[in-house]
């Protein structure tokens, strides 16, 4: 249950005891385990630390009946601090404390956010950002999805030879730019490998992806040479990988 609402409380379902409590998601998620007469609280400095949020966002520390952080080390031990670069202690909260831990983060690498971006407020926290090109140019984001200029915090795809220059158009045919992002066309999804592979030569426009729609984009591909997946597949049933890219398949004899 979300909440531990599993008493019958004569007309409705709530919380009655700490064995509700127990098993709820409010107990494994936030740490509140303990049934305190209204709903479930956090009591135990143990069950903040079993908790999921302490992992996820440091909130491993009891402060009257809520989990929170309350150390650095709750926050360094966490994935945001993995994740976002947050892995500094300020009053209760877990902040970017300086540009090395953003630029030491996943989402540095991923995402381009390796700039430190200062609170606005005195009680909002420091965050990591893509605050420059430099900062995209170097992520994932931009060598696979083109997205390689910093705009209001976030890489975004603003020129299509960046575009064109990134894994994704050579892989997936998403070479042209359309808004903010990277999309396929039916000539780049027949010059890329996902098409000379696995037969995704089609632009699917539902989806704007490439996919193997046709016997003939399977015909000439990989696929159909080594492994005799030559015929595309005709009804992908509820199959929503099959739905978007198409699969090819042996030839149905």
């Not at 209204?38 to 009946?65: H, Q």
């Not at 998403?174 to 632009?203: F, I, Y």
């Not at 003939?216 to 159909?224: M, N, Q, T």
Request: proline share 2%; glycine share 10%.
């Amino acid at each position: 249950a979300e909440h531990g609402e599993c008493s019958y409380m004569g007309g409705y379902c709530g919380v009655g005891s700490n064995e509700d409590c127990a098993k709820s998601k409010a107990c494994s998620v936030e740490g509140r385990c303990s049934y305190d007469g209204w709903g479930c609280s956090a009591t135990s400095a143990d069950d903040c630390a079993a908790s999921a949020n302490c992992l996820l966002v440091g909130n491993c520390t009891l402060f009257s009946s809520m989990c929170l952080p309350g150390s650095k080390d709750d926050c360094a031990g966490s994935l945001a601090c993995a994740q976002q670069g947050l892995c500094d202690y300020e009053m209760n909260m877990c902040i970017a404390g300086d540009s090395n831990s953003c630029l030491a983060s996943t989402g540095c690498e991923l995402f381009g956010a390796c700039s430190l971006k200062p609170a606005l407020e005195p009680w909002d926290p420091n965050f990591c950002e893509a605050g420059s090109d430099e900062d995209c140019q170097g992520a994932q984001v931009c060598t696979q999805s083109g997205a390689c200029t910093a705009l209001e915090g976030m890489c975004t795809a603003t020129h299509e030879a960046d575009c064109e220059a990134s894994s994704g158009c050579l892989e997936d045919g998403d070479c042209v730019l359309l808004g903010a992002v990277c999309v396929p066309s039916q000539a780049s999804c027949e010059a890329s490998t996902g098409c000379a592979e696995e037969g995704r030569c089609s632009h699917h426009e539902a989806y704007d992806v490439c996919a193997a729609l046709t016997d003939a984009d399977c015909e000439g591909s990989e696929i159909c040479l080594s492994q005799a997946m030559c015929s595309a597949l005709v009804d992908c049933g509820d199959d929503a990988s099959c739905q978007i890219w198409g699969q090819c398949v042996e030839v149905a004899e």
